[in-house]
């Protein structure tokens, strides 16, 4: 599978010349193997990504690990919402009572946005899941709520023997009875368990943290440790702090990877980037 | 290895900084956890027992009424609860470990995650006396 990453950032979009390097759009990743096209999250990164997309295609599968807006605020802008020959799925979080589409209606609607979901032009079916496992084409694909306000799950993505998981938004060191040391207690550690690729929130300094636990995201140097807990063998540091400029990105890089011995490839998740696996 | 769901796991954060007995049961009543205090109760420790199955540990805890007669499991709240998915409320007397008897209050509620999953059960024992 080809993984391309359209945006990285974290709360909301960025953009300044200080974030050329690491990108200032918020999440949205494509994975894509033949045929198949699988969209994580719509994250302001999705309008770039609306205007790759081959000229033929007619078939998208849009998964949302949860409803925050920075990860579905580019859904607007997402061109092939407009095309009627286009069938989107729609996958996200079940919630206690209110259904994922009626969710979804409160930013398709105004004053939030002009047009509402029921307009939108294109074919889908919105599909709710949970602890769950399903199938996309050749991928199998299971979801696990993780450590984050509201309804929220990471991704696991296999195909053959390949495998990618997705947790941009994720508290383990919260969700987790003696961080980090035990795999069986730690909130994605099913998902992220021998990944190829684990792309893992690392929003805050280290430092920071200690005052925002609850908040829902991860440390630097928790993200590198829940990379190791659960033995994958690339770490791509996610969710930007939208504060953190390339120079802060790189100097937070060092100090958490150059004083210890680390046992995964780690680095910091850069927009624009790709990777085959 | 099983892994423990979020609602589980976040289940025992919230028992392990409580000072009153909290056990975690699946939805088949094997012990997940049980907090400090409960080792208090049942003569062991987590660290050392980890996961007890239900026939393990509902031998080792053995509520009785007041007479001292054992009592019946499916008169204990927190079966009643994975009975039902249920909460529930109830009173009995336990052994401590030097063998003399406590009146105990117990609440136990289901853990029902989104949407509507049935995970397992919470059980909260309050000393009467
Ligand atoms: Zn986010
Ligand atoms: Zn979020």
């Known amino acids: 599978m080809n993984i391309k990453i359209w945006g990285c950032r974290g709360s909301i979009p960025s953009p300044g010349p200080e974030k050329s390097i690491y990108g200032s759009n918020t999440s949205c990743i494509q994975v894509t193997d033949g045929n198949n096209c699988i969209i994580l999250d719509g994250g302001s990164g999705i309008q770039r990504l609306s205007e790759s997309l081959p000229k033929n295609i007619t078939h998208i599968d849009l998964l949302l690990t949860h409803l925050h807006l920075d990860h579905i605020i580019g859904l607007g802008f997402f061109q092939p919402f407009y095309n009627p020959k286009m069938t989107i799925n729609i996958w996200g979080p079940a919630a206690a009572y209110v259904s994922l589409k009626q969710r979804l209606r409160r930013y398709f609607s105004p004053p939030l946005f002009p047009i509402r979901l029921s307009e939108l032009p294109c074919k889908g079916e919105i599909f709710e899941i949970h602890n769950s496992t399903f199938r996309i084409g050749d991928f199998k694909i299971t979801s696990e709520y993780i450590c984050h306000p509201g309804p929220t799950v990471g991704y696991r993505l296999q195909l053959g023997k390949a495998v990618f998981t997705y947790i941009p938004d994720h508290e383990p060191a919260l969700g987790s009875s003696d961080f980090p040391h035990n795999q069986e207690w730690t909130s994605g550690f099913k998902l992220a368990r021998g990944a190829d690729i684990l792309m893992q929130d690392a929003q805050y300094k280290n430092e920071d943290y200690k005052n925002r636990i609850g908040w829902g995201h991860s440390s630097m140097e928790n993200a590198i440790d829940f990379g190791e807990l659960s033995g994958v063998k690339k770490l791509l540091l996610f969710h930007h702090d939208p504060m953190h400029t390339d120079e802060q990105l790189m100097e937070l890089y060092k100090k958490n990877t150059q004083n210890r011995k680390l046992s995964i490839e780690v680095e910091l998740a850069e927009e624009g980037k790709s990777y085959n696996i | ?105 117990v609440t136990s509620y289901p853990i029902i995650g989104r949407p509507k999953r049935f995970i397992g059960a919470v059980a909260l024992f309050w000393k009467s006396d």
Not at chain 2, 46 to 57: A, D, K, L
Not at chain 2, 84 to 91: A, E, M, V
């Open chain 2, 1 to 105: 290895m099983a892994t423990q769901q979020i609602e589980i796991i976040l289940s025992r954060q919230m028992a392990d900084c409580l000072s009153i007995p909290v056990f975690i049961v699946d939805t088949k009543g094997n012990l997940l956890f049980y907090n400090e205090p409960a080792e208090e109760l049942l003569g062991l420790r987590f660290e050392e027992t980890g996961f007890m199955p239900v026939e393990e540990w509902s031998v080792i805890f053995k509520p009785q009424n007041e007479k001292g007669e054992l009592l019946p499991h499916v008169s204990l709240p927190l079966v009643q609860t994975l009975i039902h998915k249920i909460p529930s409320h109830g009173q009995f007397w336990v052994n401590n470990l030097k063998g003399e008897m406590h009146k105990i209050s």
